[in-house]
């Protein structure tokens, strides 16, 4: 483990409009976003000035290897700002030379020259939220963006790292929205093959409270596939992406070789992270801290943490481990899965204490095993793909019964 985290996340809350699926910490500013002089500008200005002062208020900080910048919608930033930000860890922290800085665009949000100006001001990656290519599909589900936005975005991000002015970036899809029966998905996947995206992520819908989906499906209004039909789409999914040479590395994310994020895999693989901006989530030090979701919170909070000095929270080197259950879950989500008997080493439990929990494990994943959901080698354990990972819930499930019961 680094004394300092590496990785650093950012989140850009600007959208013109709230999607109907989603319950990001999201600030909509309609369609006049003109982020340098027009209608949003101050908006924009007052937040990225908060963002700063967060930025600058870590006290220890170590050269960053990946940065990502997600949202919202970061791409309704102008390619200054973004540039401005990054020269802002450069100056203060310092980037590795060959740091994956990614920015999440989103289509019809900006344009060939914007493209240029991200990759000018540093950007190296991008993560493109398709969705889908289908205009009803995009409609339903309070998209903004039509299916020629989409291929017009994949077109210009083919054409740049097909340049060698990028090293990666990925098309994101949803899969599961509504109407997205078998064929429009399996409709959807081959359109993004066609765009040859090194990196390409597939969202399982969640109905969220407090969403647009979640109150039409309580008046009894908003149909979704069913079971049968979201397993046969993910059944789908892998079979088409793999037979077109993506790998599944991750529940969501399938890569050509090479190109997997470095930065989710810091998540899932429990090292510390930054992050910085409205509602979002850091973790230095294994443990998690979440800025507050409301605006007016939010600047309460980064102005205590920076004028006051206050920043104990976030450069607290004491390394707080991440509870067992948690690290067994998100390495779970990664194709070569978890050893077990290491992580259960990290636990310093006595010699009796580690066999009997073990083993305990090991009975109650049984029935995984036995059904192939869940595979063992040696001491590493992995689920099954797509089996395994289709099901992954009921397994994690049984596992948190079992941490509840030997605590
Ligand atoms: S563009 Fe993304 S972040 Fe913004 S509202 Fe839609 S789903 Fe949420």
Redesign the pocket.
């Known amino acids: 483990m680094n004394e300092y985290p590496r990785s650093a996340y950012v989140h850009v809350p600007f959208?013109h409009?709230?999607?109907f699926?989603?319950d990001?910490v999201?600030i909509p500013l309609g369609n006049k976003v003109e982020t340098l002089q027009g209608y949003g500008s101050k908006t924009v200005k007052e937040y990225l000035h908060l963002l700063y002062k967060e930025i600058l208020s870590i006290k220890h900080k170590s050269p960053l290897s990946t940065i990502y910048i997600g949202?919202?919608?970061p791409s309704l930033l102008d390619p200054k700002q973004i540039k401005e930000l990054i020269d802002l860890f450069k100056e203060n922290y310092g980037v590795d030379y060959g740091a994956e800085i990614t920015m999440e665009v989103?289509p019809a949000s900006f344009n060939q020259d914007d493209l240029f100006g991200f990759i000018n001001a540093g950007i190296n990656r991008f993560s493109l939220?398709v969705q889908s290519f289908n205009d009803e599909i995009l409609q339903k589900s309070g998209?903004r963006h039509l299916r020629e936005d989409a291929e017009k975005s994949c077109l210009w991000l083919k054409k740049v790292h097909d340049c060698g002015l990028i090293k990666s970036w990925s098309l994101d899809l949803i899969q599961n929205l509504p109407l997205s029966k078998l064929q429009e998905w399996e409709e959807d996947l081959k359109k993004a093959i066609k765009f040859s995206p090194p990196h390409i992520s597939i969202y399982d819908l969640n109905i969220e409270d407090g969403t647009v989906f979640k109150k039409l499906i309580n008046l009894g209004k908003l149909q979704l596939p069913s079971d049968e039909e979201a397993f046969r789409n993910s059944e789908s999914t892998n079979l088409i992406l793999k037979s077109s040479g993506y790998s599944r590395y991750e529940i969501s994310n399938y890569c050509l070789p090479m190109h997997q994020s470095r930065h989710n895999r810091v998540y899932w693989s429990g090292l510390g992270w930054w992050s910085f901006g409205q509602g979002s989530t850091s973790s230095p030090w294994g443990e998690k801290l979440t800025r507050p979701r409301g605006s007016k919170e939010y600047k309460k909070w980064v102005i205590e943490q920076y004028e006051h000095n206050l920043d104990s929270s976030l450069t607290n080197k004491d390394y707080v481990y991440k509870e067992l259950d948690e690290k067994i879950m998100l390495g779970l989500r990664l194709k070569e899965g978890i050893d077990l008997y290491e992580l259960f080493k990290e636990q310093n439990w006595e010699n009796k204490k580690f066999e009997r929990n073990l083993s305990k494990l090991i009975e109650e994943w049984q029935r995984f095993l036995e059904s192939g959901l869940l595979l063992r080698k040696g001491n590493r354990f992995f689920l099954s793909d797509p089996k395994g990972m289709e099901l992954s819930n009921q397994i994690l499930i049984s596992m948190f019964k079992w941490w509840d019961e030997i605590n």
Do not use: A, I, K, L
């Open positions: 959208c409009r709230r999607c699926y989603c990001f999201v949202g919202g919608t989103d939220g998209r």
